[in-house]
Nanobody, 111 residues
Framework: QVQLVESGGGSVPPGGSLRLSCVAS????????MRWYRQAPGKQREFVAR???????SYEPSVKGRFTISRDNTKTTLSLQMNSLKPEDTAVYYC?????WGQGTQVTVSS
């Protein structure tokens, strides 16, 4: 059993920054694909960023250049640095490690 716990969400004005973290506990697979997703009210969950087990990184186009995904060397902590936040970034953000999911953390961008 693997548990993912997210933290770092909050409310910021447009242009602000937040850093999300996702910490895994339990027995993970030897290879871990780590991702961030988000779900805005009334919308489907969408992909935000990914770091593969080998370190390949990809982003959803609307966040590229503003968000940075990273992980620690033990591959148990995933982060998402979010800069230049926009109101359309408002959503619940979820992390995933392979098929395991976190509970979500709310990010609100509003003046």
């Amino acid at each position: 059993q693997v548990q993912l716990v997210e933290s770092g969400g909050g409310s910021v004005p447009p242009g602000g920054s937040l850093r999300l973290s996702c910490v895994a506990s339990g027995r993970l697979e030897s290879r871990v694909d780590m991702r961030w997703y988000r779900q805005a009210p009334g919308k489907q969950r969408e992909f935000v960023a990914r770091i593969s087990d080998s370190g390949f990184i990809s982003y959803e186009p609307s966040v590229k250049g503003r968000f940075t995904i990273s992980r620690d060397n033990t591959k148990t902590t995933l982060s998402l640095q979010m800069n230049s936040l926009k109101p359309e970034d408002t959503a619940v953000y979820y992390c995933s490690f392979n098929t395991w999911w976190g509970q979500g953390t709310q990010v609100t961008v509003s003046s």
